[in-house]
Structure formats: C-alpha cells, structure tokens
C-alpha cells in the first residue's frame, strides 16, 4: 500500500519532491503557509547557478544533476524552462572560471569586442568576464507547472496552513519532508539557519538583451531576460525583512540601467523574498520527529534553490526508500 506523506513548504524544493513521491504512487499532500506566487521561491531570479550554499562537495553534484534534468524540460514551453546564455563579470580582475562549468562549456570572454557588440558596452565596466549556457527558470510559469503536474499525479497542496512545529502535522501521515525554507528555523528549530535577503525589480523586456548578466562584485547585479519581462537585482544582506526597501530599487534600477546602457525602464514590480542559507551547510537527512515519525529535512539551499532543487530532491526519494525498505524507490 502506498504511504501517506505530508511535505511541509510548497516552494520549489517541496513541490519538486512532491512531484518525484506522487508519479511513484505515493499519497502526498503539500502543506504551506504561502503558495504559488507569494513563496520565497516566486521572488527568485531562478537562473541555474550554485549560488550562497555550501558545501560545495554535495551542492556541484546536486546542482549537475539539476542541470540535466532543466535540459530536458526546456524543449517544452509549458515549462518556463530555457536554455540561456549567462555571462558571469568581475569588476576588479580576472575572474577564476569555476572547474565544475569547463566540461558545461564555460569560456572567457574577449572583453574589448565580444562583450561589448553583444550587451550593450558593459565592457566599459566590467575587467573580465566568462560565457556559459545554463538553464533558465521563468518563475512566472515554472512554479505553476510544477503544481499542476504535482497535482496530475495525484498530490494535494492546502494553503494558508501555519504550523507552529512539524509535530503539527496530522498523525495520519507517517512521513514529514521538511520543505519549509528559512521557515525550518522555527519550525525544527534550527538557530544555523539565516534569511539572505534578495529584493529584484521587474521591468519590461529589454530586446538588446539576449543573454543574462550577473556580477557579484559589490554591487551586485543581474539582468535576467524572461518570457515577458525582465528581472534586475539585486541584494543579499543579512535580513529578515520583507518589506519593500525603496532606496534598494534606486540603486538596483540605476546600476542595471548604467551597466546596460540604457535608460531607466519603468517598474512592473517589486519583489523581496528570504534565501534559506544555512552556515553550516544544506541539512538533508532523516531524523525522527519527537512523536517517533520520520522526518526527511530539505532546507538550507541558501540562492540555488532551483539550481539544486532535482538533485536533492532525488535524494529525498532515495532517504524515503531506504526508510520505507521498499526496493521501488
């Protein structure tokens, strides 16, 4: 008999293990406080990078494996997902291409003419800078999709459910998946846990801009082309505030636009949304919860949720299976 299990957190993390429990027969349902567009996950930039998560031994392969599986979703539009070029810049020097994006085929750039033909004269702010295709998830339609082929499967999501503790949960489910994001800090409750916070500002689509653009160099910055807009960024401070910060769309809208070369676009939007980062590493493992249920804990994906979200969710399958003894997972 397939076993009823409660996901908690209806973010990327936790409808993509929702997704990967309920094609496989299981009875799930999703439990969160904020669904859809209002999760932390709706204000994300979403383009796949392994961004503030560690550690890097476990995060690389989670993120490889996400990869593949983005590559595959992307020939369908319903989606959202596409395959974009990213160009990652240094303000300050020659930027070190990361190992793991050579065999993904990462090259620098010839700054003095191919950055410059291409977006829009950054070359007169940027000293180096690398090329790599990756995935892009357009959160507009991407989270959508997801729910609805959660659903297809058979899943259930109940929104506006605040637990105070996974205890909380109904008894009739005998697994928990600890999906809650920098909710797990009060939830487990788990100190190591802190909010990163991100604002971003929507405009309009800008056409000059094929490819995304982002530098980490203070300040940091990214422009990211989507299906009908485009998101500028960004911060990631140390905050729990949720609230819009006006000064911060100042500056995001006025660096976007000087590095851009282009004149300051109107706002659609304003969005601010909490980066889960754990100090001491994503958690992914079972514990037992202090009714004697197990507990799968996800969380601590800092900003690759989505880069990451395949890869562990994957994991969770393989932790539920060997707690279940069941040779079908």
């Not at 793991?100 to 090259?107: F, M, N, Q, S, V």
């Not at 009060?186 to 846990?193: F, I, N, T």
């Not at 401070?237 to 100042?250: F, G, N």
């Amino acid at each position: 008999m397939p076993q009823s299990i409660a996901i908690v957190g209806a973010g990327v993390s936790g409808l993509t293990c929702g997704i990967l429990l309920a094609e496989r027969g299981e009875r799930v349902s999703i439990f969160a406080e904020e669904t859809g567009q209002h999760t932390t996950s709706a204000a994300a930039a979403a383009i796949w990078y392994p961004y503030d998560a560690e550690p890097a031994g476990k995060v690389i392969p989670w993120a490889l494996e996400t990869y593949q599986v983005f590559a595959g979703l992307a020939p369908d539009a319903r989606s959202g997902v596409s395959m974009i070029e990213l160009r990652t810049f240094s303000r300050t020097g020659q930027i070190q291409i990361p190992e793991w994006a050579l065999p993904l085929g990462a090259r620098p750039l010839a700054m003095s003419s191919e950055v410059e033909t291409s977006l829009m004269g950054t070359s007169a702010v940027f000293k180096s800078g690398f090329t790599l295709n990756v995935p892009l998830t357009d959160t507009t339609l991407y989270l959508d999709y997801l729910a609805t082929r959660f659903q297809a499967a058979g899943g259930s999501i109940a929104s506006k459910m605040r637990l105070e503790e996974l205890e909380a949960v109904d008894p009739s489910f005998g697994l928990v998946i600890n999906c809650a994001g920098i909710g797990a800090r009060a939830l487990v409750p788990d100190l190591d846990l802190e909010p990163h916070r991100g604002q971003v500002v929507l405009v309009p689509k800008i056409d000059q801009l094929s490819g995304a653009i982002v530098c980490d160099d203070a300040p940091l910055i990214y422009a990211i082309p989507r299906t009908n807009d485009c998101l500028f960024g960004g911060t990631n401070e140390v905050s729990e505030d949720r609230r819009i910060d006006a000064a911060a769309t100042e500056r995001i809208l006025a660096e976007c636009s000087r590095v851009l070369n282009i004149e300051r676009p109107a706002v659609l939007a304003e969005r601010v949304g909490l980066r889960p980062f754990r100090r001491s590493g994503i958690r992914l493992e079972a514990g037992k919860l202090r009714d004697g249920r197990t507990v799968i804990h996800n969380y601590g994906h800092g900003g690759a949720g989505f880069t990451l979200s395949w890869g562990c969710a994957n994991q969770v399958l393989d932790i539920a299976g060997n707690q279940a003894g069941r040779d079908r997972f």
